[in-house]
Structure formats: structure tokens, C-alpha cells
T-cell receptor, first 113, second 114 residues
Framework: RKEVEQDPGPFNVPEGATVAFNCTYSNSASQSFFWYRQDCRKEPKLLMS???SGNEDGRFTAQLNRASQYISLLIRDSKLSDSATYLCVVTQYSGGGADGLTFGKGTHLIIQP | NAGVTQTPKFQVLKTGQSMTLQCAQD?????MSWYRQDPGMGLRLIHY???????DQGEVPNGYNVSRSTTEDFPLRLLSAAPSQTSVYFC?????????????FGDGTRLSIL
């Protein structure tokens, strides 16, 4: 079975700090990568797609390393509202078809005042 | 904008009962899917559909049926509920391109099987 692995945390980080976490994937043929955010007892919501060249959206930076098969998420100047579970999502393919999106189990982030 | 709408939000069933979880989207998305989320397991794909009249199995399809008679609706049927199906169920949709597009999730159905 193809795997997407994340450190479950929790990461306890003081407000204003920078935090980064990684996600590794096992299927080298994976094509699409995303970070989703999920608040407690809520649905996942797209945070950002991850592009090969890396991309930034405000305080958030996503990176893709295909050679080592991992993606990363960096959060700068963290806010209390950043407290959530961050899900790594990878498109899995096998043979000629898509198996679907595979979700990591998530990294729990707690920003402390 | 309604987005993806799931009903009911909560449901308690007895073992052996059947029920249908409803999912509707108003974004004219071709791709729709059902996931279940269990503690420590992450989200797992149950069934998906790439368009009206087309469905396929995901990672954990046993005990569930789906149909896609319209673009808007993608109901999930539990044929004979079992305690192992206690979970939070999310429906998601995305526009053409399916897996390479961001998924829009409904706010979930919390299902307990006694």
C-alpha cells in the first residue's frame, strides 16, 4: 500500500515563532501535492497546493523535494489561529488509473500565547 | 454559496439497519468522492465518481454502495450497518481534473452504530 507519512505531533510552538513540518510519500509517481488544514471536528480545507518550484502564500511556504520524496510546510510568525491539524495530501497512481488522493494522518499544531 | 452539502450531520443507527448519507454540490463539479475519517487512521477513500453514471471503488468500499444519477448528487448507502462503520464521513467534490484539483469538502456526517 502506498503511504503518506507525517509526524503526528503535537508541535507546541510559541506565538510568533516559525514552525516547519514535513511529509514523506512512498509513490515516486505521485503527481499532485497539497496541504490541507483541519480544525477540530470540522472538515478539511485546502491550505495550499504544492508546486515543483515551491510556492508561498503570505506566511506559509510549501516546498516539494521529488528526489527525497517529501513535501514541507513552513509557517512564519505563527498566530494563535494557526492551531489546527495539517494534512499532507498526495495523488496516488498505480497502473493506468488513479487510486485517489491519499491523506496523511496529520500533524497537530498548537500555538501557545 | 452552498458548496458541498451533507445530510444528516449526526445519526445513530442500530446494527443491521440501512441508511443513506446524502451529498449534494452546486458547483457543477464532475468529480465527487466519499471519505471516512477515524482516529489515528486519517481520511480513507470509500468510493468516487468522475461524472454522472460513473462510480468506482476506493480503498475501503466494503459495506457501502454509491450511485451518481446526476452531476449534483452522490449518495452513500450503508447496506447493513456494523459497529465498524462508526466514523465521520466526508463528501468532497472537485472540478474536471479530479485528483489534481483541490477538493471541496462538506462539513461531515457523524455516524454511530450501536
Amino acid at each position: 500500500r502506498k503511504e503518506v507519512e507525517q509526524d503526528p505531533g503535537p508541535f507546541n510552538v510559541p506565538e510568533g515563532a516559525t514552525v516547519a513540518f514535513n511529509c514523506t510519500y512512498s509513490n515516486s509517481a505521485s503527481q499532485s501535492f497539497f496541504w490541507y488544514r483541519q480544525d477540530c471536528r470540522k472538515e478539511p480545507k485546502l491550505l495550499m497546493s504544492v508546486y515543483s518550484s515551491g510556492n508561498e502564500d503570505g506566511r506559509f511556504t510549501a516546498q516539494l523535494n521529488r528526489a527525497s520524496q517529501y513535501i514541507s510546510l513552513l509557517i512564519r510568525d505563527s498566530k494563535l489561529s494557526d492551531s489546527a491539524t495539517y494534512l499532507c495530501v498526495v495523488t496516488q497512481y498505480s497502473g493506468g488509473g488513479a487510486d485517489g488522493l491519499t491523506f496523511g494522518k496529520g500533524t497537530h499544531l498548537i500555538i501557545q500565547p | 454559496n452552498a458548496g458541498v452539502t451533507q445530510t444528516p450531520k449526526f445519526q445513530v443507527l442500530k446494527t443491521g439497519q440501512s441508511m443513506t448519507l446524502q451529498c449534494a454540490q452546486d458547483m457543477n463539479h464532475e468529480y465527487m468522492s466519499w471519505y471516512r475519517q477515524d482516529p489515528g487512521m486519517g481520511l480513507r477513500l470509500i468510493h468516487y465518481s468522475v461524472g454522472a453514471g460513473i462510480t468506482d471503488q476506493g480503498e475501503v468500499p466494503n459495506g457501502y454502495n454509491v450511485s451518481r444519477s446526476t452531476t449534483e448528487d452522490f449518495p452513500l448507502r450503508l447496506l447493513s450497518a456494523a459497529p465498524s462503520q462508526t466514523s465521520v464521513y466526508f463528501c468532497a467534490s472537485s472540478r474536471t481534473g479530479g485528483l489534481n484539483q483541490p477538493q471541496h469538502f462538506g462539513d461531515g456526517t457523524r455516524l454511530s452504530i450501536l
